[in-house]
């Protein structure tokens, strides 16, 4: 079975540093990877997807995850974190199950920035 | 386009009860999944239905079931709740499962006292 692990569950960090958000995850076939990102009292919302191609994908406020295939990983990286990056990032792989493909949520972590 | 909406946003239930919860797909998507989020386990998939018929179930008991309408709109219902049925219930939906992007809606607070 598939799994996804988020090494860590709190990161606190001051604003306009840098921030690494790591997810390792343990298949043996092919995946997709996400990561998404939740505000409170909200639901998911998409950061960002590696289906295939570049493994470096970007969003749109300045974050990219890199596909590592050797190392299993696909760590959130932002080189300047502001403020309202505050919430909790989650880490999902999407495989195969039985006859349609499956999401997979890592335990999450909640990024906070300091004023 | 108007997102993935679920209602009701919160709900107050007793042990024993139970429960529907709505959702409403992005429009022309067929793929709805569910899952319930938890402090203590986390995110966790329930079911996925697509046309009308579930494609894949996560592992939960049988007191959870779901359906798919025509329309694309998904309900989930909980028999008989307990205590740590209390969490969040999102609903994701999709264009179809090649696509893999799912857009979630907002949540159903569901607390069982």
């Known amino acids: 079975a598939q799994s996804v692990t988020q090494l860590d569950s709190q990161v606190p960090v001051f604003e306009e540093a840098p921030v690494e958000l790591r997810c390792n995850y343990s298949?043996?076939?092919?995946?997709?990877l996400f990561w998404y990102v939740q505000y409170p009292n909200q639901g998911l919302q998409l950061l960002l997807k590696?289906?295939?191609?570049?493994?470096l994908v970007e969003s749109i406020n300045g974050f990219e995850a890199e596909f590592n295939k050797s190392q299993t990983s696909f760590h959130l990286r932002k080189p300047s974190v502001h403020i309202s990056d505050t919430a909790e990032y989650f880490c999902?792989?999407?495989?195969?199950?039985?006859?349609?493909?499956?999401?997979?949520f890592g335990s999450g972590t909640q990024l906070t920035v300091l004023p | 386009k108007a997102g993935v909406t679920q209602t009701p946003r919160y709900l107050i239930k007793t042990r024993g009860q139970q429960v529907t919860l709505s959702c409403s797909p992005i429009?022309?998507?067929?793929?709805v999944s569910w899952y319930q989020q938890t402090p203590g386990q986390g995110l966790q998939f329930l079911f996925e239905?697509?046309?009308?018929?579930?494609?894949n179930k996560g592992n939960f008991p049988g007191r959870f079931s779901g359906r798919q309408f025509s329309n694309s709109r998904s309900e989930m219902n909980v028999s008989t709740l307990e205590l740590g049925d209390s969490a969040l219930y999102l609903c994701?939906?999709?264009?179809?499962?090649?696509?893999?992007?799912?857009?979630f809606g907002p949540g159903t607070r569901l607390t069982v006292l």
């Open positions: 429009s022309g998507h067929r793929s």
């Open positions: 999902a792989v999407s495989i195969y199950s039985g006859s349609a493909r499956q999401l997979t």
């Open positions: 994701a939906s999709s264009l179809d499962q090649s696509t893999d992007t799912q857009y």
């Open positions: 239905y697509f046309s009308e018929t579930q494609r």
């Open positions: 590696y289906l295939s191609g570049s493994t």
């Open positions: 298949s043996s076939v092919s995946v997709y």
